[in-house]
T-cell receptor
Framework: DTGVSQNPRHKITKRGQNVTFRCDPI?????LYWYRQTLGQGPEFLTY????????KSRLLSDRFSAERPKGSFSTLEIQRTEQGDSAMYLC?????????????FGPGTRLTVL | GENVEQHPSTLSVQEGDSAVIKCTYS??????FPWYKQELGKRPQLIID?????GEKKDQRIAVTLNKTAKHFSLHITETQPEDSAVYFC???????????FGPGTSLSVIP
């Protein structure tokens, strides 16, 4: 499978615990994005990377959230001291830079449930 | 920042009829307008997009129109089929590789 992959697909955790999700983008895609989607809503932008550089973070991303892309390939999103309001689907997407016809390819998402 | 609104939130049509979803955006810097289809439990998938230098684009049964002056854009699906049933999201971005701001979605049901 050469698409965007995310692990784990599902995560159930207790409030106050830390969780980490991983995203593997399509090979050689420079840009990698994280979005969060709650039930009945559209995806909300969280942050994105160009190679290893984090270019922008949404105001939605509190200081409990941190994202990295250390080698410009896979990325991790960590949530510290999880709260029930963090329960959502966390989507990753990637796109190549350059060219005139790019689209963001989404992964299957990681569904987080905070009890 | 950019804000995308979308109407209606739910839409039910008979098979074979047309469906129209309308969106507005707020940021005049937006130049790229993708439409995504999301089936239950699946990832969003791009179905068509339009750039600001184009007023209309068509791909088989799907067409999009853009009025940049009014900051309106619309999705038209003709000859709807049951497999068109899904949630559709309009979105806006400065370019195809910038962050995408999504609308709240339209749940389309096509009744056989």
């Amino acid at each position: 499978d050469t698409g965007v992959s995310q692990n784990p697909r599902h995560k159930i955790t207790k409030r106050g615990q830390n969780v980490t999700f991983r995203c593997d983008p399509i090979s050689e895609h420079n840009r990698l994005y994280w979005y969060r989607q709650t039930l009945g809503q559209g995806p909300e932008f969280l942050t994105y990377f160009q190679n290893e550089a984090q270019l922008e973070k949404s105001r939605l991303l509190s200081d409990r959230f941190s994202a990295e892309r250390p080698k410009g390939s896979f990325s991790t999103l960590e949530i510290q001291r999880t709260e029930q309001g963090d329960s959502a689907m966390y989507l990753c997407a990637s796109t190549p830079l350059g060219g005139s016809d790019n689209e963001q390819f989404f992964g299957p998402g990681t569904r987080l449930t905070v009890l | 920042g950019e804000n995308v609104e979308q109407h209606p939130s739910t839409l039910s049509v008979q098979e074979g009829d047309s469906a129209v979803i309308k969106c507005t955006y707020s940021d005049s810097a937006s130049n790229y307008f993708p439409w995504y289809k999301q089936e239950l439990g699946k990832r969003p998938q791009l179905i068509i997009d339009i750039r600001s230098n184009v007023g209309e684009k068509k791909d088989q049964r799907i067409a999009v129109t853009l009025n940049k002056t009014a900051k309106h854009f619309s999705l038209h699906i003709t000859e709807t089929q049951p497999e068109d049933s899904a949630v559709y999201f309009c979105a806006a971005s400065e370019t195809s590789y910038d962050k995408v701001i999504f609308g709240p979605g339209t749940s389309l049901s096509v009744i056989p």
